[in-house]
């Protein structure tokens, strides 16, 4: 199983497609094996789910994105998990142990963002 957490200075980033990095855990038997860190290649639309899937993720953890990512990643069968804050560490971990607490995304649609938001 691969985690992918939008990061920022260690931290889930509230916006998936704008985040600086991407922090990549691959789990075996519910335990951390690799941890890696890749930049972001871009936000462009329809992009960053299928990038994602192809690097073999099963999993976003973010503070937000907008309603067209979230349907690809349905499509993708990638898992999003949003509104999530915190460390990057603490994020992995409580969702392997079950007790990660996603919410509503904190993609803000009132910000410069919004029109991002809509695309992915």
């Known amino acids: 199983m691969r985690i992918a957490i939008a990061t920022e200075n260690r931290a889930v980033c509230q916006h998936f497609g704008h ?7 691959t789990v075996e038997d519910k335990a951390i094996q690799k941890t890696e860190v890749i930049p972001n290649p ?11 899937h192809e690097l073999g993720v ?3 953890i ?9 349907k690809l990643f349905e499509e993708a069968g990638i ?14 971990e409580q969702y392997l142990e079950g007790t ?21």
């Not at 985040?19 to 855990?25: A, F, L, Q, R």
Request: net charge negative; aromatic share 8%.
């Open 62 to 70: 973010a503070g937000g994105m907008g309603p067209k990512a979230q």
């Open 19 to 25: 985040c600086p990095e991407y922090t990549i855990y």
């Open 58 to 60: 099963d999993v976003i």
């Open 79 to 92: 898992e999003a998990i949003l509104g999530v804050a915190g460390s990057t560490e603490q994020a992995a």
């Open 42 to 52: 871009g936000h462009r639309p329809n992009f960053l789910p299928g990038y994602l």
């Open 100 to 120: 990660l607490e996603g919410g509503a995304s904190t993609c803000e649609h009132g910000n410069i963002f919004h029109d991002l938001c809509t695309d992915n």
